[in-house]
C-alpha cells in the first residue's frame, strides 16, 4: 500500500486548507486511516482518524471542533479539512493507514504500517 499526501501550504491564521491522502495498491487490506503531525523539534503527534468501515472518527483535543477527517471509499481517498488555522497547527502533516489496528492504539504512531511522505502546512500570525 501506497499513501500520497497532498494540500498544504502556507496560509493566515483563521484560514482553511483541506489535506488528501490518497492510496494505491492493495487498498482493501486498509482499515483505518489518520493524520498525524510533527512539528519543528516536537515528536509526531495525533491529529484525527477514521475507519473506513463506518466511518467512525476521533479527534485530539487541540483540532476538535475546526479539523474534520472524511473519506472517499471510490476514490481510495482521506481528507482533512482544516478550518480556523492558527500558527500552532504548523508542522508537517502525514497520513498513515493500517490493516488491523485497534481502537485502544489509534493515536500511536507505532500502530501504523503504511505512512505517506508528509505535507508542510505553515500557519502565519
Known amino acids: 500500500v501506497q499513501l500520497q499526501a497532498s494540500g498544504g501550504g502556507l496560509v493566515q491564521a483563521g484560514d482553511s486548507l483541506k489535506l488528501s491522502c490518497t492510496f494505491s495498491?492493495?487498498?482493501?487490506?486498509?482499515?483505518?486511516t489518520t493524520w498525524f503531525r510533527q512539528a519543528p523539534g516536537k515528536e509526531r503527534e495525533f491529529v484525527a482518524s477514521?475507519?473506513?468501515?463506518?466511518?467512525?472518527?476521533a479527534y485530539a483535543d487541540s483540532v476538535k471542533g475546526r479539523f474534520a477527517i472524511s473519506r472517499d471509499s471510490a476514490k481510495d481517498t482521506v481528507y482533512l479539512q482544516m478550518n480556523s488555522l492558527r500558527p500552532e497547527d504548523t508542522a508537517v502533516y502525514y497520513c498513515?493507514?493500517?490493516?488491523?489496528?485497534?481502537?485502544?492504539?489509534?493515536?500511536?504512531?507505532?500502530?501504523?504500517?503504511?505512512w505517506g511522505q508528509g505535507t508542510q502546512v505553515t500557519v502565519s500570525s
Open positions: 477514521i475507519k473506513w468501515n463506518g466511518g467512525s472518527t
Open positions: 495498491g492493495r487498498t482493501f487490506r486498509i482499515r483505518r
Open positions: 498513515a493507514a493500517d490493516p488491523s489496528v485497534i481502537e485502544s492504539a489509534l493515536a500511536s504512531r507505532n500502530a501504523y504500517a503504511y
